[in-house]
């Protein structure tokens, strides 16, 4: 098999011998699709461990990660020409159609354009999926509200959105298949929209670009703000070179973590990841307690209707309130777990 895709690599033009295998690309994509689930799941334990503490760190993942993630692209794309994964496996950015010397590194356009491709664009669809995922929730829990018409429309989007991510991996892959056979410059629309393609890093590009860090003496002709931002610049390179270092030292053990989190290993992981049945509620062990105080929804403070537990604590709410403050809040409102509607368990008694 070995020598019968050697052409994959090697049947590249005379004038495209700078141009990366499919192999080199795809490994570099795969790089970053890494990091994310393995951060995650940090995040999961320290909130599970410490929910009052770390539990901001759970519900709004999404953005710290997405600011820290355009910091990092931000500091490579600046030094080196190319995103964290990309300088990770020696490749650079250039100009898609060659007219501007590759030393030069990128325009400013280019730059921004493949800062909001490589960040942003993930963030969005994300946001997206999560958007999605809980409409369906509220479909299976048929749960129908008046609708006008910028919700219908709201729904409509929602409902092609699925279909807009086929065409979007169908983009992909056929992108990928052109770049095989060498009928283009790109593997990836995301490449293309940003108007730039993957070259290998050489020895001359190192010494003619800025890729060490600047020198940080300030300089007294300079202003306050050129001071400022120069003091922002060498903190955010810093912090940039610190997640590179620890990136770059674990990554077998991200890629151990994308193994360990595959479909064929998620019955194991459930069934290590989780989380501790609560403790019962003192109130149950106290004699003087009625059975109606024991009725008690712990949100209104009435007595229950529609009783739902909530699997992630076994704590019992009225159906109504629990079901509004587990959507709000991703969490449970007495042990602070994470939880979503998903863990809403209906309880029917035999004389209801």
């Known amino acids: 098999m070995a020598e019968r895709g050697a052409h994959l690599t090697t049947a590249a033009p005379a004038e495209d011998t700078d141009r990366p295998s499919v192999f080199e690309v795809l490994a570099q994509d795969s790089l970053m699709g890494a990091v994310k689930p393995a951060l995650l799941h940090a995040v999961k334990i320290l909130a599970t461990s410490n929910p009052a503490r770390y539990g901001f760190l759970w519900r709004r993942f999404d953005e710290i990660y997405v600011i820290l993630d355009m910091l990092l692209q931000h500091h490579f794309l600046s030094r080196t020409s190319a995103s964290f994964s990309e300088n990770f496996y020696g490749l650079k950015r250039v100009e898609a159609d060659g007219t501007r010397a590759a030393h030069l590194g990128l325009l400013r356009r280019q730059h921004w354009r493949s800062l909001l491709l490589l960040a942003l664009l993930p963030y969005l669809h994300t946001k997206l999926d999560k958007v999605l995922a809980r409409q369906r929730d509220e479909d299976d829990f048929s749960i129908r509200l008046p609708q006008s018409f910028m919700q219908k429309l709201y729904r409509a989007f929602l409902a092609a959105y699925p279909f807009v991510c086929m065409a979007w991996d169908g983009w992909v892959f056929c992108q990928q298949l052109l770049y095989v056979f060498g009928k283009t410059r790109t593997h990836s629309p995301l490449l293309w929209l940003a108007g730039v393609k993957l070259s290998y890093l050489t020895a001359n590009d190192i010494h003619s670009l800025d890729l060490k860090p600047s020198d940080p003496a300030l ?134």
């Open 219 to 352: 300089s007294p002709s300079q202003s306050f703000v050129e001071k400022c931002q120069r003091l922002a610049s060498t903190a955010v390179g810093g912090v940039a070179v610190s997640l590179s270092t620890s990136l770059s030292m674990g990554v077998f053990f991200l890629q151990f973590l994308e193994w360990w989190y595959s479909s064929e290993n998620q019955s194991t992981v459930k069934s290590l990841t989780s989380l501790p049945t609560p403790p019962p509620p003192l109130h149950l062990h106290s004699q003087e307690t009625s059975l109606t105080h024991i009725k008690v929804c712990p949100l209104c403070r009435k007595v229950r209707t529609n009783d739902t537990a909530l699997a992630t604590s076994g704590y019992v709410f009225c159906y109504k309130c629990i079901y509004v403050y587990v959507k709000a809040n991703q969490r449970c409102p007495l042990t602070g777990y994470p939880s979503g509607l998903q863990h809403l368990i209906k309880i029917y008694s035999p004389d209801g």
